[in-house]
């Protein structure tokens, strides 16, 4: 069943039924330029302009990194957009069936089921278990490189008493997350490209969508490995379920990061 014939996709927000949207299919070429549309900013940003910015601005090398990413991820949100109303209406409910921004749905009748979110436990456990063995991998992968991720990059950095009191810190922290878990990465990658990859790729446009999304990761470059193994559990929650929502729950747990960023800047936490 094709994501734009499936049952219950038409349903607007009073429940009453309307025709579904058709989400149009892209070519593999056109998935890739749009990969690459996100992806090239994301290094430039981090390679090329945070180097070149760093001497002249009075900021933590880690912190300038971040507000640039938050730029590259912003980009995705108004790329998204653009997309969008180039192929059809833009009302909420026509947008809200061609992004698959809606509940579980059975994937044998199309129809909602609340019982389905608890798939986001094993979806969310597979990501950490995958990660954790992707770690021979990334120590391979740096070996083989010479890349490692740098001091600052981590975020331990911030633990030092120079940043408690900094409280636009936790307000970066969360707007990296708005665009991290909803509004960049997963409308993106889930709502725009994975409903639009199943001519191009079949039954396996999932498992090429995850393939991208760790890839995409050039700013982390030095995490590759772990940032492809990691993303099979976001992807195949919103592929399987039709579902934007449950791949923002299975992602969006990494948000928890803000509270060691809270902890850091209200001083309950030193190394």
Avoid at 98 to 120: E, F, K, S
Avoid at 180 to 187: A, D, R, S, T
Wanted: aromatic residues 12%.
């Amino acid at each position: 069943m094709s994501p734009s014939a499936a049952p219950g996709l038409g349903e607007n927000s009073s429940g009453a039924d309307r025709r579904p949207e058709t989400i149009p299919q892209y070519s593999a070429g056109r998935i890739l330029g749009l990969w690459a549309a996100v992806t090239a900013p994301m290094g430039l940003l981090a390679f090329v302009v945070a180097p070149l910015m760093a001497p002249h601005v009075g900021l933590h090398r880690g912190l300038l990194h971040w507000i640039l990413m938050v730029v590259g991820m912003a980009w995705q949100c108004v790329l998204s957009i653009m997309l969008l109303r180039r192929e059809g209406p833009m009302d909420w409910v026509a947008v809200r069936q061609r992004i698959w921004l809606n509940g579980p749905r059975d994937p044998g009748t199309g129809q909602a089921r609340a019982r389905l979110w608890w798939w986001v436990v094993p979806a969310i456990a597979a990501n950490v278990l995958l990660g954790f063995a992707a770690d021979p991998l990334v120590s391979l992968w740096s070996r083989l490189t010479g890349l490692e991720e740098p001091a600052w990059a981590s975020i331990t950095a911030l633990a030092q008493p120079e940043f408690v009191g900094q409280w636009w810190i936790v307000g970066l922290a969360l707007v990296s997350s708005a665009f991290n878990y909803v509004l960049g990465e997963e409308l993106f990658f889930r709502g725009i490209l994975l409903p639009r990859m199943e001519k191009a790729f079949g039954r396996w446009d999932w498992v090429v969508n995850t393939l991208l999304f760790g890839l995409y990761h050039v700013h982390k470059i030095w995490f590759w490995p772990a940032m492809v193994m990691s993303s099979f559990g976001i992807v195949w929650a919103a592929r399987r379920y039709r579902s934007l929502w449950m791949s923002i729950a299975v992602h969006g747990v990494e948000s928890l990061f803000v509270i060691v960023v809270l902890a850091v800047v209200a001083g309950w936490w030193m190394p």
